[in-house]
């Protein structure tokens, strides 16, 4: 079953000289109790997929389901919050520098039921052990903890509530290597034991072959293959996908809009495949089970 999807979804930002299409329309589906990936470079539309789910930006088309209510209207803001939270990338731009550990997660909590503090501190202190930390950082301040340790709290935070649905942001991305796999380990586990659906958000193939079990592949708002991450890994189709994951630790220079063309294949510039159908509209292709790409290279009619 599928705890969230998205069907034809836009968003266009809409500036002096040009429209950034960072959303051009996008169907995505987040299966219940696992770990879904979005993958794909800097500028793709990763974030601005996020904060369309969670209401921060209003799409110009298309639907956002969660459990098959349609919450793309801003009315359901309630219903979000209570059910979907995210951890950003930069653990200290996340918490209140002026509130102690335990402030922020008494603060969260009590969003929608007032709790003395008494029986809140065992929510907390639960929370903080989730994420392998003790009461001894309760009346810290962010500025007084590790990066990692941080992030732990933004992850505790995210737990809190017990929401259904957690997304990740590139949750590592500003830590070093070893804090990084600490907390991927601590991430794999807190889903397997919690059955939490996770939505994990990166730029790098080697972390989500990790820790999730479906990915989509995303280019300039666009979803351009997705299947199980094993047969996406491994048997990568789209020539975009390929070249992510050659450069797995690079940051990919993005193109500017203007380089991408009106019709056809969003890629095609960058492409060394490109045939002469790649300006033509771009078909969906199964190419093995459950393995999708949008590339016109494997429609077999063509
Ligand atoms: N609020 C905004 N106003 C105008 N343009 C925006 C806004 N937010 C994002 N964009 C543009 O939308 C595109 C997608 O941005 P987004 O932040 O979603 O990318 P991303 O995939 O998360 O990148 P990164 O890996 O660097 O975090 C970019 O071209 C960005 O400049
Ligand atoms: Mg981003």
Avoid: W
């Avoid at 200290?92 to 997660?105: A, G, H, K, N, V």
């Amino acid at each position: 079953m599928n705890i969230l999807e998205t069907k034809d979804l836009k968003v266009y930002f809409h500036q002096k000289h040009q429209t950034v299409k960072a959303l051009d329309g996008v169907d995505v589906f987040l299966r219940k109790g696992i770990t879904t990936a979005l993958a794909g470079e800097s500028g793709c539309g990763k974030t601005t997929l996020a904060k369309t789910i969670l209401g921060f930006h209003s799409p110009c088309s298309g639907k956002i389901y969660f459990q098959k209510e349609d919450i793309t209207v801003k009315k359901n803001e309630r219903l979000i919050r209570k059910n979907i939270q995210i951890v950003f990338q930069n653990p200290f731009l996340s918490l209140d520098p002026r509130y102690t550990i335990f402030s922020s997660l008494y603060e969260t909590l009590n969003v929608f039921k007032r709790r003395s503090k008494k029986e809140a501190e065992n929510f907390i202190a639960q929370a903080l052990e989730e994420v392998e930390l003790n009461r001894g950082v309760f009346f810290r301040y962010p500025h007084q903890l590790s990066g990692g340790q941080t992030q732990r709290v933004c992850i505790a935070r995210s737990l809190i509530m017990r929401a259904p649905l957690i997304i990740f942001d590139e949750p590592t991305s500003s830590l070093d290597i070893t804090t990084a796999s600490k907390i991927i380990k601590l991430l794999s586990r807190l889903q397997q034991d919690k059955g939490i659906t996770f939505l994990f958000i990166s730029h790098n193939l080697k972390l989500i072959r990790k820790i999730s079990q479906v990915s989509f592949i995303m280019y300039h708002g666009k979803i351009f293959e997705y299947g199980p991450t094993d047969l996406v890994y491994n048997n990568p189709l789209h020539p975009y996908t390929k070249l992510l994951k050659e450069a797995s630790f690079l940051r990919l220079k993005s193109f500017q809009d203007s380089d991408i063309p009106q019709y056809g294949c969003p890629f095609l510039p960058r492409c060394s495949h490109r045939r002469q159908d790649c300006g033509r509209e771009v078909i969906r292709n199964e190419v093995e089970s459950g393995h999708f790409v949008f590339c016109n290279l494997y429609n077999k009619n063509s």
